[in-house]
């Protein structure tokens, strides 16, 4: 597969400040892959996400989108039509009174036919299980619901890249998991690629890599199973790992030879028991 996000030694500081929030990144993303990123609250990793469309651009170095130079404004709404992003608080990115209303606000305003508006608004919405809530008042669903119907909206702008900036750290865990479960299913189902920034480890165990970030640095970058069972980078980094890693850690340093990356609570178990008969 060839990268959609490619970051070239990129540093960025924002206005004022002294310290960098991006120090020389260099990274590459495939298109049509899961790809996580944690880190500790200050440690980059929002910065990085607004940079994937442009709403910051370098200060040094490139961003490229399918090709696109970010800096380019007169390429700037490819780079936003190639990369769609959503944030925080759902309450922030809804601006109708109706759940469908709202899903076809983007394309509106980017200009598509009324048919092909219906058409995408309604495969967006049963994409993350809100069709039958279409005709709902935004207001009165739950916090997952809510940002569920804004990603609705951002996939009715067709995207090839999905950024999720933090999208579970307003919701309970009902909430979280059905947000996690939607932006896995777009990626392994519809074929997009997905960028999570998040804080939870949990949330990252899916993705087929994970990044973690620290003081405007890559610091870990690999498959999830590696990155946790690298368990004094995350506890340097202020970050907790799966209990199967935390387990398999403990037990390998009092004297088990056991695989510390594993991530499944069955295989876990059955390495465990291995390692007693032996």
Known sequence: MSAIVEFIDVHYRYPDDEMESLCGIDLAIEEGSF???????????????????????????????????????????EVRGTVGMVFQNPDNQIVANVVEEDVAFAPENLGVPPAEIRERVDSALR???????????????????KQRVAIAGVIAMQPRVIVLDEPTAMLDPQGRAEVITTVTRLCREKGMTVVLITHHMEECVGADRLLVMSNGRIVGDGCPAEIF???????????????????????????FELPVGTLDIGACADNILQAIRS
């Open 229 to 255: 069972a690298r368990v004094e980078l995350m506890e340097r980094e202020g970050l907790s790992v799966p209990e199967t890693v935390r387990l398999a850690w403990d037990l390998d340093r009092n004297g």
């Open 127 to 145: 994409t993350v299980g809100m069709y039958e809530l279409r005709q709902h008042a935004p207001h009165l669903l739950s916090g997952g619901q």
């Open 35 to 77: 790809v996580a990123v944690l880190g500790h609250n200050g440690s980059g990793k929002s910065t990085l996400a607004k940079h994937m469309n442009a709403i910051l651009t370098p200060t040094s170095g490139k961003v490229r989108i399918a090709g696109i130079d970010t800096a380019d404004e007169d390429r700037l709404l």
